[in-house]
């Protein structure tokens, strides 16, 4: 809360700084948010060519017109899993909106530290290039899945193709992915604690800054576990040494000349990052139903203290429940008690965030904006992908379904899906705010109801696989007798995910057409209660054209009796008087 | 109320949607459990019913809970969908906040301890004493499963001495009396209501032994030596997949799991011993 709102800078006026190399957080928000639609996309091309080979294996794949290689299969596996997870779920909901949104709503000019910033985003792109690189250098893609478990991905080619430099494009990418996060995460934090406008105490906080703020803070602490294994891996690979690399291996009939290492260490220090990391990716979706469900049912978001110690309670326990996926790894089987009660334990406050979205939905007044739609779809996606991690939680339920379609399921759903409800949710509502136009409605909806269903048809199945034991980043079953009624869940699977992926054209249209016509949006469309809303659409360079504004009241102020109108501005000096 | 901006029109649509595909979902999950078309393959292990019977628990209350948020969520929306009305001003209830958070807790932490059992019987409880000792070994992309022979006593083994072509996947020393009547087979049998403790090893990288059936899933890591136990109690062909992922030959690394009566087994044992 100072007065020096430290981020001042003058608008820029050649295109470079302007677009490319801006300071704006709402330009980079924005950089964000299109490098996450290129990743999306690229991440979706690779499902559909893994969902056409596990419907019709053996056949050539269009487009390429040859049949897929185990090989390209395990690539494909590891580049979805690595785009989606690092380039769009971590990229858009925190780094995306965050940046876009979060100055506004706390009443700060930009983020603490703009240059910052924008070495954040252009990192990000790097990281990015990187990435994709792997794709086209000789032997190919890695194939180690996402997680990369060693000694796979620390013995180099002998382990198989795509391991070579394709494996260590991985690294390096991901390597620069946790620094350009690790600004981001730092900027965040110190934005939020250092530049929150006058009356803005941490109570009066729209959720959607609280959920961005601890996203950062796990941010902080996850990239930074997962950046030095990076270094321990890459060094395992070229430097000689031997942390993941036990004795006495024989790769390609000759024995390795490695000693001392644990396999293990990389898992408990990759899913040390990696638990968190899912918190990371649907924590800011959290944030986002929150204020979209309580302004489009036009009440007061239910049990506000409850929901930020939620959000406070799920980080907590995030950091310490890595060990659930280690259950069958060979890690000490009494610690697989202790990290299965705390699996349990992060129900709870994922259940009340469920409770109250619904209490606000109770007796509210519920418009079915697309973006309000896609907030209730989120409800009931974390919902059904939520209720599948008990069974995961518990050892002795999970040993059967570990490794099977049943896990696929629950992350799709519960980190995949619902997150990119939360995108959609974000971008319908803030869309008008960014661009200064509205999107159109009538294709949102259509977009909408064709992607909920789809999603279900996709990924609901999947749970009945894993329960019969269809076992994960497999390419191809045919010699398995127990999998034998698999094939036709297969293919009705596949062909809801071409369905559905085509669907999503619907959304590319609504964006560009609505970016060169649609609607000139008004300063506040959704008659809102937050700082982003007082401002014009787009807001000028330094948000508020002028001194910050000052808050009065809590964020979700919704049908106050006795109000002029159904919602009151966190801005607004005069209302009348109410009793929580 | 109306503004220059775009307002939803189709509020009754939008809401019998959501009505419609919340509850559907809820009855078509609720029929897929139920028909069980989809499942676990039988059961051919004493373990195995107490694991069933913890995951049946857990899709009971967790399936009630699903049925009951979703067809909750699709009539809440249903019931209080855009109708001009006036939305309550209310900032929550403290009351309900703690009863719907102590009852999850209760659940939740309930099904935890209640898993524990399952768990324990497996990993807490050592293997009975007389088990019948198999080394299963994971490399890419087969296994292979070493009996200790007449002596009950595995050889020692060394990685400098593994030659496939001479006949020596795992590297024992054919000196070295231990090893001497030491079996190994790329196929695993076991007799059927014997105990049998495995000890999983690779050669390479992480391997994960499988077979559905039994409900035994285990990961073999290199430099470990991992001890599983089981007791399979119905003869008959089943199959070991690797569930975790290990190159690119990893969807081919089966082989065959049998459960043979004692005779059948000392036959296939001696048949295994003269190749």
Known sequence: MSEAHGAVHHAPTGFLRKYVFSLDHKVIGNQYWWLGLIAVYVGMVLSLYMRFQLAWPGRKMPLVGEVMTPEQYLALVTMHGTIMVFFVLTTVPQSGFGNSILPIQIGAADMAFPVLNMLSFWTTFVSFAVMIAAFFVTAGAPIGGWTVYAPLSALGESAGPGQGMGMNLWIISIFIFCVASLMGALNFIVTTLDLRTKGMSLMRLPLTVWAWFTTAILGLLAFAVLMGACVLLMLDRVGGTSFFIPAGLVVGGKVVNHKGGSPLLWQHLFWFFGHPEVYIAILPGMGIASQVLSTFCRKPIFGYRAMVFAILAIAILSTSVWGHHMFLSGMNPYTGFAFSLLTVAIGVPSAIKTFNWMGTIWRGRVQFTTANLFAIGFVSLFVTGGITGIFLAQPAVDLPLHDTHFVVAHFHLVMGVAAIFGMFAGTFFWFPKMYGRMMNETLGRIHFWITLVGVYCIFFPLHFQGIAGQPRRYYDISAYKFL????????????SAIITVAAQTLFLINLFWSLAKGRRASMNPWRCTT????????????NFGGPAPEVYRGAYEYSVPGAKEDFILQSEVSAPAHKH | MATDDERPSGSFGSALGFAVIFCGLAAVGTYLVVAKTWWFPESIST????????????MLLSGIIFVLAQVALGLLIFRFRDRGQQATYSHGNTTLEIVWTAATAVIFVGLALAARSAWASLHFLGPDPGSMQIEVTGAQFEWQFRYPGPDGKFGSIDPKRISES???????DLNEPAAKDDIVAREIAVPVNRPVELILRTKDVIHNFAVPQLRIKQDSVPGLAIRIHFTANKIGEYEVACMELCGLGHYKMRTTFRVLSDQDFDKWLKDNASK
Do not use: K
Request: hydrophobic residues 45%; charged residues 10%; without cysteine.
């Open chain 1, 484 to 495: 034998a009624s698999m094939p036709a869940v297969h293919q009705f699977v596949s062909i």
């Open chain 1, 531 to 542: 700082l982003e809303w007082t401002v014009p659409s787009p807001p000028p360079h330094d």
């Open chain 2, 47 to 58: 373990i195995a019913p107490a694991i069933d019977a913890q995951f049946d628990r857990t």
């Open chain 2, 166 to 172: 001479a006949g020596n996947p795992l590297g024992l």
